[in-house]
């Protein structure tokens, strides 16, 4: 098997390292590989291709130490045709939350997604998609 070298902060590998012990995997990078298999597969379902959808994505800063909410704004503006509304509140001391709903296809909305992502200092970045076309019965 290949080796891979990957920076991360301290805290977020001794997060890794207890949770690989607590739900007994043999490693940090069995961990990371079911991890990242995970990741790459959010955006393969073939339900959702060639369908309009729904997207909520939910990112958690500090604005204290992070430059997110600039690079948020950047996307806000890079992808106005598929933001159709975004909200920013301030939570806890030193905290900001920033939700986007998209309304667009599973491609455009998983490059919104890994923009997001990608951006440094993020805390938590969530998010969900629905089928803007489920007919309730």
């Not at 933001?83 to 667009?104: A, K, P, R, T, Y």
């Amino acid at each position: 098997m290949t080796v891979a070298s990957v920076s991360m902060p301290e805290e977020l590998l001794d997060r890794i390292d207890e949770f690989a012990d607590e739900h007994g995997y043999t490693g940090r990078s069995e961990v990371l590989r079911e991890a990242a298999r995970n990741l790459m597969g959010e955006f393969e379902d073939k339900k959702l291709e060639d369908r309009d959808l729904l997207g909520i994505v939910t990112v958690l800063f500090d604005y204290e130490t992070s430059n997110a909410e600039e690079r948020m704004m950047q996307l806000r503006h890079e992808y106005d045709r598929l933001v159709v509304s975004n909200f920013h509140s301030h939570v806890g001391d030193h905290q900001c939350m920033e939700l986007f709903i998209l309304e667009g296809g599973l491609d455009d909305i998983s490059t919104f997604v890994g923009k997001v992502r990608a951006t440094q200092r993020t805390t938590t970045v969530d998010y969900s998609v629905t089928p803007m076309d489920v007919k309730v019965t």
